[in-house]
């Protein structure tokens, strides 16, 4: 089982900079990648950003260009910059870990409980 604590959320203006950061812990050598997804109201949760064990990270085309995420496997942390913020991007921000379970199978089911992030005019 893994455990994962987002922070970092609050309220930006438009143009502005956050820095999201997501705590794992519990069984985290069983991390393979990890996500970030935001789900803004009455919309469906959307994956913006993936980084693999090493570090390659892949965007939505929504942010490309504007956030990076990055993450610190020695500190068992996972991180999202985020730049020229836009009030569409206003939405919870969730970690996501996908774990290699002992038979091989790649287990998606860890989440946290998000943070809040709203940007304002």
């Known amino acids: 089982q893994v455990q994962l604590v987002e922070s970092g959320g609050g309220l930006v203006q438009s143009g502005g900079s956050l820095m999201l950061s997501c705590a794992a812990s519990?069984?985290?050598?069983?991390?393979?990648?990890m996500n970030w997804y935001r789900q803004a109201p009455g919309k469906e949760r959307e994956l913006v950003a993936t980084?693999?064990?090493?570090?390659?990270?892949n965007y939505a085309d929504s942010v490309k260009g504007r956030f990076t995420a990055s993450r610190d496997n020695a500190k068992n942390m996972l991180y999202l910059q985020m730049s020229s913020l836009k009030p569409e991007d206003t939405a919870i921000y969730y970690c996501n870990a996908v774990l290699i379970t002992s038979d091989y199978r790649r287990d998606n089911n860890y989440w946290g409980k998000g943070t809040l992030v709203t940007v304002s005019l």
């Open positions: 980084i693999t064990k090493g570090g390659a990270a």
């Open positions: 519990g069984a985290v050598f069983n991390i393979d990648d």
